[in-house]
């Protein structure tokens, strides 16, 4: 199906294991991002990438690592996993053209014990 | 980059216009609004956008004010399905970096 998904939709980990979530989009976006949303607080960039093999950081980054082989994906790594990285993580992509607005995935939810 | 300031939250009753402000009083001249909105558990859907001219789309109407210092976005007829959290957003200057500053939005319960 067209769009972007996220995969896991929920993980359950333990500090210290390296997770990865995965982020897919079908519509050949050059813009990719990924957020973190936690309660009050609005979503906060983690990273985002411009175009294959292009990232850059985004307000969040610390404890993350990102990679862009491929244009239509764009995983998120926390390599250590800790409490503080309990959150929901939304992952997005847009265009080179027309206005700002960005795709939203469904989010993941991950829980670090 | 521009802030924005939004009511915490807002009642709407349905099938009436939902008129949900935001005031940007630090805007640039290049600086658009943007608008989104997220339903409860999912992603931020996007609306609207607009640099100073009311734009209107299927979803919502965009209301800027002469000064650019505020906004309105208006949902003509408020259903139930539009209750979610209504973000109001300046889009962020870093070249072309496009990234959005969100803050926490104003959560919109529309009520049988």
């Known amino acids: 199906d067209a769009g972007i998904t996220q995969s896991p939709r929920y993980k359950i980990t333990e500090t210290g294991r390296q997770v990865t979530l995965m982020c897919h989009q079908t519509w050949s976006h050059s813009y990719m991002f990924w957020y973190r949303q936690d309660l009050g607080h609005g979503l906060r960039l983690i990273y985002y990438s411009a175009a294959a093999d292009i990232t850059d950081k985004g307000e969040v980054p610390d404890g993350y690592v990102v990679s862009r082989s491929k244009t239509e994906n764009f995983p998120l790594t926390l390599e250590s996993a800790t409490r503080s990285q309990t959150s929901v993580y939304f992952c997005a992509s847009r265009g080179l053209a027309g206005g700002n607005e960005q795709f939203f995935g469904p989010g993941t939810r991950l829980t670090v014990l | 980059d521009a802030k924005t300031t939004q009511p915490t939250s807002m009642d709407c009753a349905e099938g009436r216009a939902a008129n949900l402000p935001c005031n940007h009083s630090?805007?640039?001249?290049?600086?658009?609004v943007y608008w989104y909105r997220q339903i409860h558990s999912q992603g931020p859907q996007y609306i609207i956008h607009?640099?100073?001219?009311?734009e209107t789309n299927e979803m919502a109407s965009l209301i800027i004010t002469e000064d650019r210092k505020s906004s309105t976005l208006i949902l003509p007829h408020a259903t139930l399905r539009d209750t979610a959290v209504y973000y109001c957003?300046?889009?962020?200057?870093?070249?072309?970096?496009?990234?959005?500053?969100w803050g926490l939005g104003t959560s919109l319960a529309v009520n049988p």
């Open positions: 957003i300046v889009r962020g200057r870093a070249g072309n970096n496009r990234k959005l500053i």
């Open positions: 630090t805007i640039s001249g290049n600086e658009y």
């Open positions: 607009g640099l100073k001219n009311n």
